[in-house]
């Protein structure tokens, strides 16, 4: 029997987002289908819901579990190309918006998709594997600065410079190519203290740089909102503090939408239970404003701080060609 990656906060989501008979709702990381199986329900009969996913194993996944029907649409692509998904399906506008950041547990649990350091895979870490480049490329080529930075912002690995020169050192000897070797490298430039593995913070690191996903959050937030119908909902599901916090400082810079959610929702202790990978799910959402509610909103912070994903990009290659997914320009 097929497994299933879980979807988190699911009735969180239902009530939050209130799906009904007759609105158009986003989708934007598809999986296996689970929440968008929830709107397409909640939005009977007459609902339609488009679910955007990069990974075209997930899409062909949940179009075998859902089936055809005519509410709703697969897109294999980017969220961040939103409003071109979007103008693509001929709608304007939308009234739900779902964005659950966090990566699919079926990507750690395929050894072969190379996102675990406890399986022996190939390094390659992509959500699309058509194109970009394998974190086996970034840790083989990039310099021993830019890998330090790297996982220093992305993975707030406190001993970066000591696993980047580690990585050096190993790599002069022979490439990595696989999971496991580069996890024990960095075991043993470490050492290993408490439950945590060594190579958590670094392989988490390398997972967001080679998919570019501060960036894909950054770029798609503000095409969420203007999306939205007056009264629509976003709704953003992240699983780490640096996704967390450039969602709270964008929603808080945003003069036409109402956060709902004062406090970031996080699962029940049920729900953690039966999925423990929900641990660190946080929910936040927000709702759109109409033109004569603006300003009436009590968001905090009148600007948007990118601070920390340019920090981050200012630690890549200046070679653009040496990026997976090219750093579109703020809207």
Known sequence: MESFHIPVLKEEIRHWLQPH???????????????????????????????????ARNIATARERIGETDR??????D???????????????????????????????????????????????????????????????????????????????????????AILARRRERPFSTTVDLAETIAVALGRHGKIHPATRVFQALRIVVNDELGAIETV????????????????????SLEDRLVKRFLKARPDVQILTKRPLTPS?????????????????????????????????????????????NALPTDHSNVPHSVEPHA
């Open 72 to 77: 709703l649409s697969f897109v294999q692509d």
């Open 221 to 240: 937030l503000p095409q969420a909102v203007d999306a939205l119908n007056v009264g629509g909902r976003l709704c953003v599901v992240s699983f780490h």
């Open 269 to 313: 202790p049920l729900e953690i239970a039966g999925n423990p990978r929900s641990r660190s799910a946080k929910l936040r959402v927000a709702q759109k404003l109409g033109p004569d509610e603006i300003g009436k909103s009590k968001n905090k912070y009148n600007t948007h701080d990118r601070s920390l994903n340019n920090k981050a990009l």
């Open 79 to 165: 969220y961040r190309h939103l409003k071109r998904i979007l103008d693509a399906q001929g709608i304007e506008r939308v009234d739900g918006i779902l964005l659950d950041v966090g990566f699919s547990s079926a990507h750690v649990d395929d050894a072969a998709r190379g996102f675990s350091f406890q399986q022996e895979g190939p390094l390659d870490m992509r959500y699309d594997t058509d194109q970009g480049q394998t974190a086996a490329e970034v840790v083989n080529t990039w310099s021993e600065e830019q890998l330090t930075h790297v996982f220093l912002i992305y993975g707030e690995e406190d001993r970066a410079r000591e696993v980047a020169k």
């Open 21 to 55: 008979a007759g609105g158009v709702y986003v989708d934007g990381t598809l999986g296996h289908g689970g929440h968008t199986m929830m709107l397409l329900e909640a939005s009977a009969p007459t609902g339609r819901v488009i679910g955007i996913d990069r990974d």
